[in-house]
């Protein structure tokens, strides 16, 4: 394929670097911590649901604005990160949001009602929304274009295994000690994270320069611009968190917020092409790399949030596994994740990142093609593969994505960049769990529906299961008025359980076709190997 040629790392300058002349993997470790405890906590409240419920006496659906609250506010605070870096310097915006992100979880953890804990995670999620962007801004200008794969290996590793070992060790808080744990753990993360950073982490003189250049011209801040993306991010997020709960459009406050959802993101894409002073430079997505890497990180947010979501779903409500169990068959992908990721880092300067992406679909479209065959009699083993096989093709697919988004952009655009790869990433996780959610409970509505017309006396497998359960259940010493109500009720339990499992099958075939679909978008990266100094 005949390509433009691409200026390989967008022109990277060591005057933008964070380690000042230091080692910067002591950098790239430094502030991945903070960026680990910020993913984490978007999953870890998830299974302590019902324990916030019982402990603060409120019901399990008023409980979910713990989680909503916090997306809310964390999409909200993505698309003005880059500018309040810009402004207030890179480093004190990091240091204000690793302090804002400890002091709400400290008060989330005392909080002595369910509205005072909900505030305290809008705090949080303002807080947390500009750790992941900010983290990759400094990875970016730190690490040059030769380094920069296995710099951005280290922070694929935070994003993507703090929401694959975060309900696993919220169950194990919540169960010996108490809900309130999740949250306060954050306090030592955060308060080493403000030392290191404070005491090892440089202020670039370049940043420091621009700082100060940009307040001499005044501070412009596209108020217009933010008050439209955080409407429509915001609406975006209620919709998504919320529809399957209340019914998709059959309720009008979602109706409502969906409307808003698509005026305020409308409203803003036009506003920042025709503002001499945008928010977020949407000129960017003039890059054919930058706009297909977007589009393809959103896809693979899809993947990593809508599988993680619900494969502990499918072992525990279908399957029968209990928690614990159910992390240790999900442990098991974190374990390959955390071989794979640095291997794909070192690939990332020596092959074309196409073909590393091309590698990482076709593992994912095997791995959601194996899950299609899944029955009622999979072993532990089995369910650990599945996890296995999703998680050793992400990284292919983090890493170079992130690194190829990058190509041919000017350095003093990687704030901007990050924050909208931050932003598309969001929003493929949201989506991916909203969507999957959304289609398992229609079809398995579809299937229940169709299973249930044969259990009619004229079918005859359904008298003779019928009989076999009556006879069961008499062996069993059940009471003969009682056995015909027992019986019913336990071959509805089976056709409900072959019906969760039917519609799984029918996600995984989605899922399926949906990653092979958006598997030819690679070949149209324009990428180049560092070492090489050229595009291929």
Not at 424 to 448: K, P
Not at 498 to 520: E, H, K, N, R
Request: glycine content about 10%; aromatic content about 8%; some cysteine.
């Amino acid at each position: 394929m005949s390509e433009a040629p691409a200026q390989a790392g967008g022109g990277w300058s060591a005057a933008r670097s964070a380690a000042g002349g230091g080692n910067p993997w002591i950098i790239a470790s430094i502030v991945s911590i903070s960026t680990f405890m910020e993913v984490l906590d978007t999953s870890i409240a998830n299974v302590a649901l019902r324990h916030i419920a019982g402990g603060l006496s409120a019901s399990y659906d008023e409980a979910t604005w713990v989680l909503t609250s916090y997306l809310i506010a964390n999409a909200i605070t993505v698309p003005i990160s880059s500018w309040l870096s810009g402004v207030i310097g890179r480093k004190r915006y990091y240091m204000i949001c690793v302090a804002g992100f400890g002091i709400a979880s400290a008060l989330c953890g005392m909080a002595p009602s369910l509205t005072l804990l909900v505030l305290a995670r809008v705090v949080q999620g303002l807080a947390g929304g500009g750790l992941q962007p900010t983290t990759q801004a400094i990875l970016v200008d730190t690490f040059p274009p030769q380094k920069r794969g296995l710099a951005l290996a280290l922070f694929g590793l935070t994003v993507i295994l703090a929401p694959t070992i975060g309900p696993t060790l919220g169950g194990v808080i919540t169960d010996d000690l108490t809900w309130r744990w999740i949250f306060l753990i954050n306090l030592p993360v955060a308060a080493l994270s403000l030392f290191l950073v404070g005491t090892i982490l440089v202020e670039p003189k370049a940043l420091e320069k621009e700082r100060k250049a940009r307040i001499a011209r005044g501070l412009r801040l596209d108020v217009i611009g933010f008050a439209f993306i955080a409407l429509g991010l915001g609406a975006l997020e209620y919709t998504m968190d919320r529809g399957q709960r209340l019914d998709w459009f059959s309720d009008a406050t979602i109706c409502v917020t969906a409307a808003l959802a698509l005026v305020g993101i409308a409203a803003f894409i036009i506003r920042e092409l025709t503002t001499d002073e945008p928010l977020l430079n949407l000129r960017l997505f003039k890059s054919r790399n930058y706009a297909i890497a977007n589009l393809m990180i959103m896809a693979v947010g899809m993947i990593l949030f809508g599988t993680t979501q619900f494969l502990p779903q499918l072992l525990q409500e279908v399957l029968g596994y209990t928690a614990t169990n159910t992390g240790y068959a999900m442990t098991a992908g974190g374990a390959v994740t955390l071989l794979v990721m640095p291997l794909t880092g070192v690939l990332t300067n020596k092959v074309p990142a196409r073909w590393l992406l091309a590698l990482g679909m076709g593992m994912e479209t095997y791995a959601m093609w194996r899950l299609t065959h899944i029955n009622g009699d999979i072993s532990f083993g089995y369910a650990a593969m599945m996890r296995v096989w999703i998680a050793a093709g992400i990284p292919f697919l983090f890493v170079p994505l992130s690194n190829a988004a990058y190509v041919g952009l000017p350095p003093d655009q990687s704030s901007q960049a990050s924050a909208m790869l931050s932003i598309f990433r969001n929003l493929g996780g949201t989506l991916g769990i909203s969507t999957v959610q959304t289609f398992l409970a229609q079809r398995e509505q579809f299937h229940q529906s169709r299973l249930v017309e044969h259990l009619q006396p004229l079918n005859p497998n359904f008298q003779a299961l019928s009989a076999q359960v009556g006879q069961t259940l008499k062996g069993l010493g059940v009471a003969p008025a009682q056995v015909d109500g027992v019986r019913m009720g336990q071959l509805y339990q089976q056709v409900t359980k072959q019906a969760q499992l039917l519609s799984y099958m029918d996600v995984f075939w989605v899922l399926t076709i949906f990653v092979g679909c958006v598997t030819p978008l690679v070949f149209f990266l324009r990428t180049a190997a560092p070492s090489e100094g050229k595009s291929t």
